[in-house]
Each structure stands twice: as structure tokens, then as C-alpha cells.
């Protein structure tokens, strides 16, 4: 300021480091409030760090020294109090490092009524988190999605005859190793199942392994009113006679028979008069095999007469 005595015109500003606080950077420093000095009695802060998805933080510490037990940092992978405790640091020994695995890490700091002590210096440094396992290849299906890494999620299809056997969608979860929040899905071929497809496929269950032993597995398709259905075995390799598939031209076995089919050759095509068909594979306790049938709906008109 101008005068006969040089002076500011403000007081000399002092930098002082706080109670808590959000932090964004990749990088950064914690101080305890009062450093290097001694930090007050009776505080309760909080500091948080608050990252891009995919990424965790590397605590390092400098300096530490708080009252043994009574005075003590909680570290918490996590922003809420019910996240995972990583470490409660307290008396006047130097941590290791910690690495928190979530893209939200919390520091909360407590100090009692009596011995204060110089506190702490930490450095932060973000790191980015590994990926979850590839989900590729997915036996009989397909994976929607491929990005697999922590905060993503991907999801799961099955090909044309096959049952999709677990969670359909998958998300990579934080933690210190990387994972999905479901077991992988799988896709199987079933034994038996209602299908209301106008067209498809049915596999011998666990195509295109060979089906087990003392199998008996009924489908029921059905198909809109007005319509038969079509069906065609393009592969056929089952033990002769004792394992066989039978089809009905209706929705029980109550209904006429369409055939009994079995060997190890494709059959011709056969027809059926009836929007339903039931089909039932049989096999015993000796020689596996396998079979793929394919089928449509396909419409019909039937003329009963006319009368005059």
C-alpha cells in the first residue's frame, strides 16, 4: 500500500490443510489437518476420491503418526460406510501402501479429547483396473458386447435350438481381482421343452456332444391354428432300434402316429396335418449318438366339401 510504511493490504494469507474433502485428479496429497503440525482433538473428517469408472487409487504414505488406537485413519474401497474397510491405520508406525480397487475411495479420520500428534501425509496416484475375463468363445452361442472391463456389461445369446442356462447379462465387478457378478451363462440342448416357434431346430440333448443314456425327453411344438408343420431330420445317427425318436401328429401320444424314426441315416421329410406335434426320444443304457431335426409351419387348406 502507498505510505511512509511499506505494508499489505491484507494479511499475509497462510495455507492450512483442511477436514476432509472431494478430490477428482488422477493424482493428489492428504494431509491431516494441521500439517506438519499436530492436528486438534475431537475431529471427524472426511476426504473423498472420486475417479473415472475403470480406474482404482495407490495410497502411499510419507509421514504418519496418531495416537495408538483412540486416533486413527479408516480407509474404505468404496464411498458409503458399508463399503469394504481396506485398512484402519493407527499409532506411529508407516503403513504400507494401499490399493483401493473401486473408482470411489474414502479416507475418514478420527481424533479424541487428548494427545495430539503430527498426523499424516499421503499421496494418491489413480492406476487403471484390469479387465474381466473374455467370455469368448461362448459354446452354441454368442456374446452381445465387447468391452470387458470394470463397470461394463455384456450379454449373452444361444444359436437356434439351444437354452441359455444362467444370467443372460454380465457386469465386471470391482475388487482386487477382476470378475463377473454371475458365473459364465451356458447354452445346452435340453431334453425335451415346449416350443412355439413358427420354425427351428431340436437337438438330441447335449448336442453336439453325444446324448446320455436312459434318456426319454418329449417336445411339444405348436404352431399357429391353420398351419401343419414340416419336419426334416438332417442328421440322424442314434443306436438302431433301441434308441429311437417317435413323432404323433397332434399334442399327445394319444394322437396318430406320424413314425418311429432310428439308425444312422437322414429320413425323407414328413408332413403333419395338425398345428401340434409331440416328439419323444428314447435311449437305452448302451451306445450313444446324436440328432438334429429342423422343422417349419407351413399352412394348409383343407376343403371338407360343399353341399347343395
Given amino acids: 500500500m502507498p505510505g511512509p510504511v511499506r505494508r499489505w493490504n491484507y494479511p499475509i494469507p497462510i495455507c492450512l490443510a483442511q477436514c476432509g474433502g472431494s478430490m477428482?485428479?488422477?493424482?493428489?496429497?492428504?494431509?491431516?489437518?494441521?500439517?506438519?503440525?499436530?492436528?486438534?482433538?475431537?475431529?471427524?473428517?472426511?476426504?473423498?476420491?472420486?475417479?473415472?469408472?475403470?480406474?482404482?487409487?495407490?495410497?502411499?504414505?510419507?509421514?504418519?503418526?496418531?495416537?495408538?488406537?483412540?486416533?486413527?485413519?479408516?480407509?474404505?474401497?468404496?464411498?458409503?460406510?458399508?463399503?469394504?474397510?481396506?485398512?484402519?491405520?493407527?499409532?506411529?508406525?508407516?503403513?504400507?501402501?494401499?490399493?483401493?480397487?473401486?473408482?470411489?475411495?474414502?479416507?475418514?479420520?478420527?481424533?479424541?479429547?487428548?494427545?495430539?500428534?503430527?498426523?499424516?501425509h499421503i499421496v494418491y496416484q489413480a492406476y487403471q483396473l484390469q479387465s474381466c475375463p473374455d467370455p469368448r468363445p461362448f459354446r452354441n452361442g454368442f456374446v452381445i458386447g465387447n468391452d470387458f472391463t470394470v463397470g461394463q456389461t455384456i450379454s449373452f445369446e444361444c444359436f437356434p435350438g439351444y437354452t441359455l442356462i444362467g444370467n443372460s447379462a454380465l457386469t465386471c465387478l470391482h475388487g482386487v481381482s477382476r470378475n463377473w457378478n454371475h458365473p459364465l451363462p451356458r447354452c445346452e440342448a435340453l431334453c425335451g421343452g415346449n416350443i412355439t416357434a413358427m420354425n427351428g431346430t431340436i437337438y438330441s440333448p447335449g448336442y453336439p456332444d453325444e446324448y446320455p443314456n436312459f434318456q426319454d425327453c418329449f417336445w411339444l411344438v405348436r404352431v399357429p391354428p391353420g398351419n401343419g408343420i414340416y419336419i426334416n431330420f438332417t442328421v440322424l445317427q442314434t443306436e438302431p432300434i433301441y434308441d429311437f425318436i417317435t413323432v404323433w401328429d397332434g399334442p399327445d401320444q394319444n394322437s396318430p402316429q406320424i413314425g418311429q424314426f432310428s439308425g444312422n441315416t437322414a429320413l425323407e421329410s414328413v408332413y403333419s396335418t395338425s398345428n401340434q406335434i409331440l416328439i419323444k426320444f428314447h435311449s437305452d443304457f448302451t451306445t450313444s449318438g446324436f440328432f438334429v431335426l429342423s422343422y417349419h409351419g407351413w399352412y394348409y387348406l383343407r376343403i371338407v366339401g360343399c353341399l347343395h
Avoid at 506438519?36 to 475417479?51: E, F
Avoid at 486413527?72 to 504400507?96: A, F, K, N
Wanted: hydrophobic share 30%; with cysteine.
Fill in 24 to 120: 477428482s485428479d488422477f493424482s493428489g496429497v492428504i494431509l491431516s489437518p494441521g500439517f506438519p503440525g499436530n492436528y486438534p482433538s475431537s475431529l471427524d473428517c472426511t476426504w473423498t476420491i472420486k475417479l473415472p469408472i475403470g480406474f482404482g487409487v495407490h495410497l502411499q504414505f510419507v509421514n504418519f503418526s496418531t495416537e495408538t488406537i483412540h486416533d486413527y485413519l479408516e480407509v474404505r474401497s468404496g464411498s458409503s460406510e458399508t463399503s469394504t474397510v481396506i485398512g484402519r491405520l493407527s499409532g506411529p508406525q508407516i503403513p504400507s501402501s494401499l490399493f483401493s480397487t473401486t473408482h470411489e475411495t474414502s479416507l475418514y479420520f478420527h481424533s479424541d479429547y487428548s494427545q495430539n500428534k503430527q498426523g499424516f
